[in-house]
């Protein structure tokens, strides 16, 4: 990481490792928060059920959909008193965001490209205040490659005030076995990883996973009535946090279109706008965390430890030797090509008197100082993605530049307001005659509850005419707009301020808000505007005055963003 992941300059929030399931447990309790009610089975009285508003249903297993004009059924299962009791629920639309494995996905028959099956690993979820405190007091950190003699490892402090933890290791079936994998087995395994035992220490789960990095052919189905979301839509290597920000990325980017569907003021075919975004980014990303991943495996091969031979020797095993060796002997010739692997770890042969020792290691210095190991953080990717076609209006192929190759290398964000681009985070404040200086950022001028645009302008009269515009034909198109008007300076009781209400009365669903250099971030002028949709990306823009009547322009920029 570096320090100006944490200065707030390009967001108005700093960096965070969050595991999922706690920003799973934060998003419950946000929605019972806000009226939800969570429920975990329904009445045995009837083989159909409905869902009640504003209603979550848990524990129960999809196992068919069928699709037809007028809507979608989803057959689910649930156990109950040690029964499987099967429930349909009629659907207008049904969103699969059930993980890698969709069961929605498999269901469809949706394929997915890309790279398979790049590593198998054993995850390992464990609890070690001891090991935490360790840690924070002599080697803080987040992420630990740990490389010895007796293990080989990568250790994830998901807390290391809770002594929270996750190892992944390496996975060999079918000469290594899951169940040989039990919790004693695994405390053994993590001693020989940190170094020392701890007495402390609960092994709270053990899963085995498949390390791929693919994409969807279709992110909708059955008339875009069935959408694909998250891992269930794209599936990477966890290099770089890349899973859980691009399906962050995918629901910010549905939640607006289907409420617009739901609400009639878009048609069902604007849902194709979502695949049209982000299937481009799905795909991008994927590239991304395989060459950040690529870049992590450099530093184990600089040692003398190159993981895809590893996985060679293993398929050799598997292919050459599977034929006539019993299991067990595969498994013992496997061990000891991989005891004998580990030697090159070994501190007669690792430093720096050694020639071969101190080779490897001034490789591995090389590859820190040049910053070609694993990278954490990608604020281009994460803030800077920008979508070059869909529910915007493009400004031409001159304004468009593609994405660079990914190369695994950090790139730093840079503010745009090119349509498709994410709103630039500034801090403002509101203008008014009681001047305050408590500041928010122009990301909290985008309501996150309904389905509302927001326009800012300067407060310049050919703009304000602009704004009039745009609240009528939001009246014709039944879309909420709001409107910020960005001023240069503060405003004066003195000077008898009145804002912008006596010009855009009797429309009240605006705001004057100081934010000085605005336009130089947007590398716009003042004459210009911006159209920013519901989830914080550039819909449209009037780089400076436009020409014409500005309803008609408007109109027909709405007709455009909204597919109507």
Known sequence: MQPQDFDRIVSPVSVAHFSQYKLTKLLVKQLEDIGFHIRSDVSMNSNDCQLAEREILLGHECTSINATENGVTVTANITREGKHVEKKFQCNFVVGTDGAGSTVRNLLGIGMCGKRDLQKLISVHFMSQELGQYLIEEKPGMLFFVFNTEAIGVIVAHDLKEGEF???????PPQQKFEDFSS???????????????ADINVLDVKPWVMHAEVAEAFLACNNRIILAGDAAHRFPPAGGFGMNTGIQDAHNLAWKLASVLERIAPPSFLSTYETERKQIAVFNTELSVQNFKAAMEVPAALGLDPSIANSVHRTINGTFGSFLPSNLQRVVLDGIFSIGRLQLSDSLLNETNPIGSS?????????????????????????FRYSKGALVSEGDSSWTPQETPTGRRRDYVPSSDPG????????????????KDT?????????????FLLIIAPVKESYQLARAAFKVAEEFKVAVKVCVMWREKAS?????????????????????????????????????????????????AKSEIDGDPFLVLRKVFCAILGI
């Open 166 to 172: 996750v190892l992944q290791v390496p996975f060999y």
């Open 184 to 198: 004693t087995m695994c405390e053994k395994l993590i001693f020989k990883l940190v170094g020392r035992e701890l």
């Open 360 to 384: 490897r290691l001034s490789k591995l210095r090389q590859i820190f100082d040049q910053g070609k190991s694993l990278q954490l953080q990608f604020p281009a990717e994460d803030l800077g």
């Open 421 to 436: 681009s994410r709103l630039p985070h500034m801090d403002i404040q509101l203008l008014s005659p009681l001047f305050s």
């Open 440 to 452: 928010f950022s122009t990301l909290d001028l985008v309501s996150g509850d309904k389905v509302e």
């Open 493 to 541: 009781a003195d000077d008898g301020f009145v804002g912008s209400e006596k010009t855009l009365l009797p429309w009240r669903n605006f705001v004057d808000v100081i934010g000085a250099d605005w336009w130089e971030l947007c590398g716009m002028t003042d004459r210009g505007a911006v159209l920013v949709r519901p989830d914080e990306h550039i819909a449209w823009r």
